[in-house]
């Protein structure tokens, strides 16, 4: 790895923003719950970890306290939302590691953040093999064409059969697999990896956290370090692999055909340096991103930024926001000033802030492919392009239909204009969707999982004193409604008044109680087109 730190940061071919783009490896773990997630996560800070503290000692007194209060919040609001991004730095290279929530809920953020991404890991229990939400989470990465890199974790416990675990993968991802490694001895007899493109055993007891080839040993002598392993078996075993294997193609990977596979431990600590050594050398550079005016390419010198998460009331005294806005292009420094397309303004970036593992400190740069925080009252939403003067939105950024839709009743009936100024705030923070019906009856909420309601309550109740319940409402389904004949749309609004709505963007939303009256209704409408994502802009 630390060839391709030298050569992008060196190149004198390279523009200063080109070296700095080409050190940043910006990736989330996609995983289902359990399979090892957090632990590889702190496994890989760990590795960055030492360089940060070395380079921050001045900083860290004061960065102390910001993480303990950041923690507080948390603890006391009881809902787990912080820590959206970590960024650490290992052998020259820069690592953004975006969060993506852990409960099993579907959840939207999670989406958002994957169009944040330029690549992921994918995290295997080898025990379990795919499971329902990495299966889901995989899907997403595919539409977006994410390279995928996986590492398969507990080899230390009993595992399935390795050839079948790859075999699952091919099968019911479509995704070809080249194994970088292979682990030698199973389950309580786990002994290592081989080095599947270099040759040689990293053993599990001694170093094994370390890259690099120094602890490497023969296959020969493994006999000598446990009575159990058949070594003949092993070596049969490794030449059919090394035969048998694809051949591992960047380009296939790139294009999200083919996923190099590591074996490993999060839990020892073993091969996620490996892992990391593989995201340094084959994960993506920021790639270029789709905007309704151009691909923006990231070595272009303009900043500009897109909005892919809110996190409100850091501080419930202050209505403060942080919005996570990746950098797509050029450079963004301290106190710049930024368009922000959807409203014309210009805004000023006086403290965007950087989180290294759970701590936050001030940025006073950031390149594109990393993720900063913006402070800020409510100006920015989901999905908004921030530029350096140009009109563009980049585009891609989801909303999804919600599959349950509720009516919000207020126990206080006095308090209806203070609902309303809070669902307008969740809405844009993304927590929940607010749909406002045409004909004036009381605003629906639409979630895409059910914790999401749950969350909103809380909310509500903690930060608004707006004490609320939710009722079934007639309506069950949204859709939103569209057409390219302006004069189509306009009669299809006409004529189903009492089932149109607006969402937080005016954009009108079609409301069915049930999948027959939208079926009904879609039959019938002709030129109108009833999507259930939308993009954010
Ligand atoms: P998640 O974020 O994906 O949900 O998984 P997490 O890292 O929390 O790991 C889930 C459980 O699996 C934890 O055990 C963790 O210690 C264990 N685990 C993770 N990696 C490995 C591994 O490589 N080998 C083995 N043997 N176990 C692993 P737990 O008992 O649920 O929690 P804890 O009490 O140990 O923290």
Redesign the pocket.
């Known amino acids: 790895m630390s060839d391709i730190a030298t050569t992008t940061a060196e190149s004198p071919a390279r523009s200063p923003l080109a070296a700095e783009v080409a050190r940043r490896r910006t990736f989330a773990i996609i995983?289902?719950?359990?399979?090892?997630?957090?632990?590889?996560?702190e496994k890989l800070l760990l590795f960055g970890g030492a360089i940060n503290l070395a380079g921050q000692v001045k900083a860290k007194g004061e960065r102390r306290n910001t993480r303990s209060d950041w923690m507080k919040i948390e603890r006391e609001r009881g809902i787990s939302v912080v820590t959206s991004v970590m960024t650490f730095e290992f052998e020259g290279l820069v690592f953004n590691l975006l969060d993506t929530p852990?409960h099993e809920d579907f959840s939207e953020d999670t989406y958002r953040t994957l169009t944040a991404v330029d690549s992921a890991v994918m995290?295997i229990d080898a025990a379990k093999g795919i499971e329902a939400r990495t299966r889901k989470l995989f899907e997403v990465c595919r539409l977006r064409d994410i390279p995928i890199i996986t590492f398969i974790?507990?080899?230390?416990?009993e595992s399935r059969d390795v050839f079948e675990l790859l075999d699952e993968i091919e099968k019911t991802l479509a995704l070809d697999t080249t194994p970088m490694t292979w682990p030698v001895g199973r389950g309580r007899d786990f002994l290592g990896t081989y080095d599947v493109v270099n040759g040689g055993v990293r053993l599990l007891e001694g170093g094994g956290a370390k890259t690099g080839a120094a602890q490497q040993i023969e296959i020969e002598e493994l006999a000598k370090l446990s009575a159990n392993l058949d070594v003949s078996a092993v070596k049969d075993e490794l030449e059919l692999v090394t035969a048998a294997s694809k051949p591992f193609e960047l380009a296939a990977f790139r294009e999200g055909h083919l996923t190099p596979v590591y074996f490993?431990?999060?839990?020892?600590n073993f091969g996620v340096g490996d892992l990391l050594e593989g995201l340094g050398k084959f994960a993506p550079e920021p790639r270029a991103q789709d905007s309704d005016q151009r691909k923006v390419e990231a070595t272009d010198p303009r900043m500009s930024a897109f909005v892919f998460k809110i996190q409100a009331n850091m501080d419930p005294n202050h209505r403060d926001r942080i919005a996570f806005a990746r950098l797509c292009s050029g450079k963004l420094s301290r106190g710049m000033k930024a368009k922000l397309v959807r409203t014309g303004k210009s805004m000023p970036l006086s403290s965007p802030q950087f989180f290294f593992a759970q701590d936050r400190s001030v940025a006073d740069e950031a390149f594109a492919g990393d993720v900063v925080g913006i402070p800020n009252h409510g100006t920015l939403r989901i999905g908004d392009t921030l530029t350096e003067g140009e009109d563009f939105n980049f585009v891609g950024v989801p909303s999804f239909a919600p599959e349950i839709v509720r009516r919000v009743r207020l126990t206080d009936a006095m308090k209806a204009k203070k609902l309303k100024e809070a669902l307008q705030q969740m809405s844009e923070e993304g927590v929940v969707q607010v749909f406002r019906p045409r004909d004036g009856a009381p605003a629906l909420v639409g979630v895409v999982g059910a914790l999401q309601l749950d969350v909103l309550k809380a909310r509500l109740d903690a930060e608004y004193s707006l004490p609320v319940e939710f009722e079934v409402s007639e309506f069950q389904l949204a859709r939103w409604v569209s057409s390219e004949d302006r004069k189509k749309l306009d009669t299809f609004i006409a004529a189903n008044t009492s089932s149109i709505a607006d969402d937080v963007d005016g954009d009108p939303v079609y409301l069915a109680r049930n999948e027959f009256y939208l079926g009904y209704t879609k039959e019938r409408a002709e030129g109108i087109e009833f999507t259930n994502v939308k993009d954010v802009k």
């Open positions: 995983s289902h719950p359990d399979a090892g997630k957090t632990t590889l996560t852990g995290v974790n507990k080899m230390d416990r490993g431990s999060a839990l020892r």
